[in-house]
T-cell receptor, first 110, second 116 residues
């Protein structure tokens, strides 16, 4: 099956710092989403981004589908950004099977 | 409204108990999912329902039994679970084939299950 690897696995930042999270996938996909999982387990939708670039406040994301990767940028990080960030993909040949990446655990300290 | 509601939020059950997890969405989505997430791991797909029909079963043990009574509701019936089944169970929905962003998924808050 498809492999979805995220890097780095862990990241510690000071409040106000910027960061880039990466998601690599091993096969063609027709959907890619970024989620933030808060400490209570809730998966919050950040971006639906099968290709191109999108921005939402301090967050932006870029997916280059032909090169099989996506990037999530967090600028001016805040303590509330802490948690686990997952990318998740649906394969072109797969019927709505959303496969999650390995995750990046982010801790933003004051 | 992009809300998926799961009940209960927490559940403790014995190995001989029968319990059910419930999930509800009112976004008109026609695909619904159950995922299982162990601590410090990504969610893993268990079941997919499309237009109220089971379309994917990821070789889940029969002690987990899904049910989709209508397009808004999804249940997961639990029976004779083992302690290793303790996990966060997440429900999700997406528009489904023939609708907008076919596979953009929205997740509920999850049910944290402990089997004793």
């Amino acid at each position: 099956g498809i492999q979805v690897e995220q890097s780095p696995p862990d990241l510690i930042l000071q409040e106000g710092a910027n960061s880039t999270l990466r998601c690599n996938f091993s096969d063609s996909v027709n959907n890619l989403q970024w989620f933030h999982q808060n400490p209570w387990g809730q998966l919050i939708n950040l971006f639906y981004i099968p290709s191109g670039t999108k921005q939402n406040g301090r967050l932006s994301a870029t997916t280059v589908a032909t090169e099989r990767y996506s990037l999530l940028y967090i600028s001016s990080s805040q303590t509330t950004d802490s948690g686990v960030y997952f990318c998740a993909v649906v394969m072109n040949t797969g019927f709505q099977k959303l496969v999650f990446g390995t995750g990046t655990r982010l801790l933003v300290s004051p | 409204d992009t809300e998926v509601t799961q009940t209960p939020k927490h559940l403790v059950m014995g190995m001989t108990n029968k319990k059910s997890l419930k999930c509800e969405q009112h976004m008109g989505h026609r695909a619904m999912y159950w995922y299982k997430q162990k601590a410090k791991k990504p969610p893993e797909l268990m079941f997919v329902y499309s237009y109220e029909k089971l379309s994917i079963n990821e070789s889940v043990p029969s002690r987990f039994s899904p049910e989709c009574p209508n397009s808004s509701l999804l249940n997961l019936h639990l029976h004779a679970l083992q302690p290793e089944d303790s996990a966060l169970y997440l429900c999700a929905s997406s528009p489904g084939k023939g609708q907008g962003r076919v596979a953009e998924a929205f997740f509920g808050q999850g049910t944290r299950l402990t089997v004793v």
